[in-house]
């Protein structure tokens, strides 16, 4: 190969694909190297070398490239020397302005290092070699995405892990340190009396950090609340997969949050310096009570949103409601004795606990059954044409998304068949014993414990005419609420335990 024109104004155009300078670190070097030596051998005139850390399978991604363009365009160059025509071009686009380039004649050939392109070439040539660069693209992406797609059907992440797991030899595993802070941060959400801002504040305060040492602010809190990773379902683009790592919490506990989360029940941080703020409503116009600060005294009012209700003119200290709401535990409060006897009475009855436990189990592999039935329908219906290919890939997704729940359901269910009843009763019995405890010592809990406490039993209270009118305790307590006779072993093991899976969920919150 010789230059028959010397004048000829050369350009020295090397690419790498990637701007990480830890991969293809002498990828330009040697590229540089190499074409400045084949420059020299050929006699070519380099006027302007151009080094790009860009992919070039997206067009208008590159800024030297459209650089080198405008130059060949104003005739202050007239020839490309580059390692591969597929240096220049992976996409069509761009694949397209050069080939335009030659024909027009304002690029006069274009030399790499195995042949000469010139605008006297046949075109399909040139077709034929950027077309294979830009397959090579195509094929790449969905190699990759296949290998995504398998990865995640063996149910591993093939990312980077979220906060609280580790990436440690190809696999995920929990990071023990962070572990109970994620446990944490969902726990304090589903009570109902934090929001995100409140729960990065005082995480952060109890040593909540990132790896540099850094706060996780309110936006990674929610990231967190969100991801259903940590019960161990993996989400892409919107398919589910069930992961083989340890789940941090419950598909339960990360269920309710989300309900949490749907109806906004946290608390801002603007109410938390008031205690009962956020718990308590009025029973005449159904505004939340609010308060303030006078004198060294905190007073409560109605806030009066509606402008229909005069209960705003009636202030309440903070020391009368806190005597108001010790009533709340007279409803929830049990015979000892009676507990005592019920607890020994269900732990003769396990095997009928037992039993419930292995029917969902069967209830559920049953409909695992009938999604496979559907599936293959599905499909039959999709191979004989008679079904869009965009309304089968969605309604594949969503029998896939229902099956990847029903397995985690039946994983988590093991565990409670498995696990011995005799602790599972305890926790029950602690739940009934947890208000009489709780009321013996709440006067004497700190401000914030009485709040953790009543959020903890109860969605809200309403006041009216300075008394409690009504109380909205959350799901275990209202029913233990509705219990008429507290003393009678009859009202406790009636209908109360005709789902005992229910209590041992509520028992375990």
């Not at 595993?173 to 941060?185: A, G, L, Q, T, W």
């Amino acid at each position: 190969m010789t230059n028959e024109n010397p004048a000829t104004k050369y350009a020295l155009y090397c690419r790498k694909s990637t701007e990480d300078d830890n991969r293809q670190i002498l990828s330009l070097d040697s590229q540089e190297k190499e074409m400045l030596k084949l420059a020299k051998d050929l006699g070519f005139n380099i006027v302007q070398e151009f080094r790009e850390s860009k992919s070039a399978k997206k067009p208008d991604n590159r800024p030297q490239f459209s650089e080198l363009v405008n130059m060949i365009k104003q005739g202050k160059i007239d020839g490309i020397i580059c390692w591969k025509i597929d240096r220049l071009s992976r996409n069509p686009i761009d694949s397209a302005i050069i080939q335009w380039l030659l024909q027009q004649n304002q690029l006069k050939i274009i030399q790499t290092m195995e042949r000469q392109y010139l605008p006297s070439d046949n075109a399909l040539l040139f077709n034929v070699e950027s077309g294979m660069a830009n397959q090579y693209i195509l094929d790449l992406s969905k190699n990759v995405k296949r290998g995504i797609r398998a990865k995640l059907s063996q149910g591993q992440w093939p990312n980077k892990a979220p906060i609280g797991y580790l990436n440690k030899d190809l696999k995920i595993v929990v990071d023990r340190p962070r572990v109970e802070f994620i446990k944490k941060v969902f726990a304090m959400y589903n009570a109902g009396q934090y929001g995100v801002k409140e729960i990065s504040e005082i995480l952060y305060t109890d040593g909540f950090r990132s790896r540099g040492g850094k706060k996780y602010y309110p936006s990674a809190i929610h990231k967190i609340l969100t991801n259903s990773f940590y019960c161990g379902i993996m989400e892409r683009n919107g398919e589910k997969y069930l992961g083989k790592y340890e789940p941090i919490i419950s598909k339960q506990l990360f269920e309710d949050v989300q309900v949490v989360l749907s109806v906004k029940k946290h608390v801002k941080s603007k109410v938390i310096p008031f205690t009962f703020r956020g718990l308590l409503k009025c029973s005449k116009c159904g505004c939340m009570l609010t308060a303030s600060k006078k004198k060294g005294h905190i007073y409560y009012y109605c806030t009066n949103g509606k402008n229909i209700c005069e209960e705003h003119k009636a202030y309440l200290t903070e020391d009368y409601l806190t005597n108001e709401l010790m009533s709340i535990f007279d409803q929830l409060v049990f015979d000892e004795e009676l507990i005592e006897l019920c607890y020994l009475t269900k732990k003769e009855q396990g095997e009928g606990n037992l039993k419930y436990l292995e029917d969902i189990e069967l209830n559920l592999r049953n409909r695992l059954v009938k999604l496979k039935d559907r599936r293959n329908a599905l499909l039959d219906v999709y191979l004989d044409r008679t079904l869009d290919k965009t309304v089968y890939e969605d309604r594949s997704q969503q029998l896939n998304n229902e099956e990847v729940d029903i397995l985690k359901d039946l994983s988590e269910l093991k565990n409670k068949i498995t696990e011995a009843d005799t602790d599972t009763l305890e926790r029950i019995k602690n739940v009934f014993l947890k208000p009489k405890r709780i009321k013996n010592s709440f006067l004497d809990l700190s401000l914030e414990k009485k709040r953790e406490v009543l959020f903890s039993l109860l969605w809200n209270a309403e006041i009216g005419n300075k008394k409690i009118a009504n109380i909205s305790f959350k799901p275990l307590y209202k029913e233990m609420s509705e219990v008429a006779n507290k003393s009678d072993f009859s009202s406790m093991l009636g209908d109360r335990d005709s789902n005992p899976d229910k209590q041992v969920q509520l028992a375990r919150r």
